[in-house]
């Protein structure tokens, strides 16, 4: 018998226990001077004995890691491995653990059981709850080494670089633009079709996209943003301040088909193909 078992079986000692009755039990174990843990009940300090006992002897040859037993061990391993035995049945995705695979199997299901304390949104996973609980706090620890913006996540952040790069992965089917993201991608296949959710609420024009309305909407307002570095002159949106912006260059790229005459503005070419339509 080890010193730490030697001082829990003195506290399990009748002689002990007559002097303490009214006393809660306490781990003293002067082997672990951080622990003195009260407890309430013998079984409960019993359980507590191995719990100080185990000794991490066995170490990952990978990442250092320890473990007190070889099960353990062998089962972190798996994280260094390609083997993944264990198969989500909807969407064949592998897992290394059956643990794992359950997780995942909620985001299949309408199971949220993780929510927030703060705004009560639900998540079918602990490690999704405890990403979006940064949002609400000010750490936003992952900053982009290009731009120094910094945000909370760092999906977020990958999802971001995406920007200072040329890498467009998804790709419309219908006209072939290109995109850095899925969402906007989503987004743009609206435009292809007779779907129009978001209405003005001034005007009840309707708009495939939410940032669409959001851009109309300045129109109703006096608000304008976007000034004319040439002239002053102010815009509500940022596309009519370029579009502004080429009357002052000698970019004429709007050139009329039938007698050649060029415009900076193509609605000024519009205007001006009226005259060959009489």
Known sequence: ???????????????????????DLKCTSYEYVDCNKP?????DLSRQLPVLSIEKKIKCSVSNKSFSQNPNLNNHLLVHSNEKHF?????????????????????HSNEKPFKCSVCNKSFSQKSNLNAHLLVHSNEKNFKCSVCNKSFSRKSNLNAHLLVHSNEKHFKCSVCNKSFSWKTNLNAHLLVHSNEKHFKCAVCNKSFSQISTLNTHLLVHSNEKHFKCS?????????STLKTHLLVHSKEKRFKCSVCNRSFSQKSHLNAHLLVHSN
Request: aromatic share 8%.
């Open 1 to 23: 018998m080890d010193q730490t078992e030697e001082r829990h079986a003195e506290i399990y000692s009748p002689n002990h226990r007559s002097h303490t009755e009214d006393i």
């Open 39 to 43: 407890f309430s009940s013998k079984s």
């Open 87 to 107: 198969k989500c049945s909807v969407c064949n995705k592998l897992f290394p653990w059956k643990s794992t695979l359950n997780t995942h199997s909620l985001v």
């Open 230 to 238: 040439v002239c002053n002159k102010s815009f509500s949106q940022k």
